[in-house]
């Protein structure tokens, strides 16, 4: 599996909140979801209530996108990446491993009901100014 250039993973580890963006019948929504990332796996993992317009948008067409974004009125500090990928509730397997890491960082987690969700990552493009003006980095899922 291709992994994302080390500081676009390191950036993903130092926040904890993504906005998802789920589209059906051309009606968009978007929401903010609290997050952990498996590296191994390259995935986000997050919990969410069945019944939320994002979790039903997506058992419909689990095609998505985001971002994950630095606030900052600092130019030269401006950090965030914008990803796309495939939202799915996680196999038995990786279910197991993907609650361990959720209850880890979030441990309030435990006493809420609610489903876990993991959204495997295609795409992602990352904007890092202390790079320079606009840099960007890119990382797109090898094709088999």
């Not at 998505?64 to 630095?70: D, F, I, K, T």
């Not at 880890?104 to 009901?113: D, E, Q």
């Amino acid at each position: 599996m291709s992994i994302p250039e080390k500081r676009i993973v390191e950036f993903i580890n130092e926040h904890h909140v993504l906005t998802l963006a789920t589209v059906v019948n051309d009606n968009p929504w978007c929401s903010n979801c609290f997050y952990t990332y498996l590296a191994d796996e390259n995935c986000f993992v997050f919990t969410s209530d069945d019944e939320t317009k994002h979790a039903q948008d997506a058992a419909l067409n689990p095609k998505v996108a985001g971002s994950v974004v630095l606030e900052t009125s600092t130019v030269g500090k401006i950090q965030g990446i914008q990803f796309r990928g495939n939202m799915e509730r996680p196999n038995e397997t990786l279910r197991k491993k993907a609650k361990n890491a959720y209850l880890k960082r979030f441990p309030f987690a435990v006493l809420m009901k609610t489903s876990l969700w993991v959204l495997h990552l295609q795409y992602i493009k990352m904007t890092d100014n202390r790079l320079g003006f606009g840099k960007k980095l890119i990382w797109e899922k090898e094709s088999r």
